[in-house]
T-cell receptor, first 114, second 114 residues
Framework: SQQGEEDPQALSIQEGENATMNCSYKTSINNLQWYRQNSGRGLVHLILIRSNEREKHSGRLRVTLDTSKKSSSLLITASRAADTASYFCATDENYGGSQGNLIFGKGTKLSVKP | DSGVTQTPKHLITATGQRVTLRCSPRSGDLSVYWYQQSLDQGLQFLIQYYNGEERAKGNILERFSAQQFPDLHSELNLSSLELGDSALYFC?????????????FGSGTRLTVV
């Protein structure tokens, strides 16, 4: 079953603009992660934010997490054509002591035009 | 190169057949996860192994099975194949049981059932 739901499904921007993608989830989580996938390729881990964190930065990426609203956002600043890809959020559900596997959303397809 | 190796990269087979997909995790990673990605279902978690033992099961059909061997490589067996099994199959690995860590994905096996 899908846990995270990304919004928007597709986003088209010009190079240099910022891109914001949102993710909503349904259950209690241990952490939330963002991944990037170039067309038909494997997913690449971008950033992880734990349930007790509210904001995290990594280079041009900024992730926020609001556990009260069960939502997260990924901001890519000063976008480049090379950022064109699909972006997925994934949640590590809180199953207490047992391992929770990552549940992925359907992704946001980002297109950055030069 | 992510360090996770999947073979073969492409596979075309007929309905009713059986195939085996292989995954070698990144060096030092003990957990292996299998995911199926299709256009309509998105990324679906199939199954997880940790150090040779099955740890979690997702939306894996009874026609599908997997195992992790002592050298930690894993195989996903798909039998009685149907057209709807056509998809990208990804393997991912992580250190330990990945609580609080990202996954490293392979580049996937594209399965086409004709």
């Amino acid at each position: 079953s899908q846990q995270g739901e990304e919004d928007p499904q597709a986003l088209s921007i010009q190079e240099g603009e910022n891109a914001t993608m949102n993710c909503s989830y349904k259950t209690s989580i241990n952490n939330l992660q963002w991944y990037r996938q170039n067309s038909g390729r494997g997913l690449v881990h971008l950033i992880l934010i734990r349930s007790n964190e509210r904001e995290k930065h990594s280079g041009r990426l900024r992730v926020t997490l609001d556990t009260s609203k069960k939502s997260s956002s990924l901001l890519i600043t000063a976008s480049r054509a090379a950022d064109t890809a699909s972006y997925f959020c994934a949640t590590d559900e809180n199953y207490g002591g047992s391992q929770g596997n990552l549940i992925f959303g359907k992704g946001t397809k980002l297109s950055v035009k030069p | 190169d992510s360090g996770v190796t999947q073979t073969p990269k492409h596979l075309i087979t007929a309905t009713g057949q059986r195939v085996t997909l292989r995954c070698s995790p990144r060096s030092g990673d003990l957990s292996v996860y299998w995911y199926q990605q299709s256009l309509d279902q998105g990324l679906q978690f199939l199954i997880q192994y940790y150090n040779g033992e099955e740890r979690a099961k997702g939306n894996i059909l009874e026609r599908f099975s997997a195992q992790q061997f002592p050298d930690l490589h894993s195989e996903l067996n798909l039998s009685s194949l149907e057209l709807g099994d056509s998809a990208l199959y990804f393997c991912a690995s992580s250190v330990g049981e990945a609580r609080g860590r990202g996954y490293t994905f392979g580049s996937g096996t594209r399965l086409t059932v004709v």
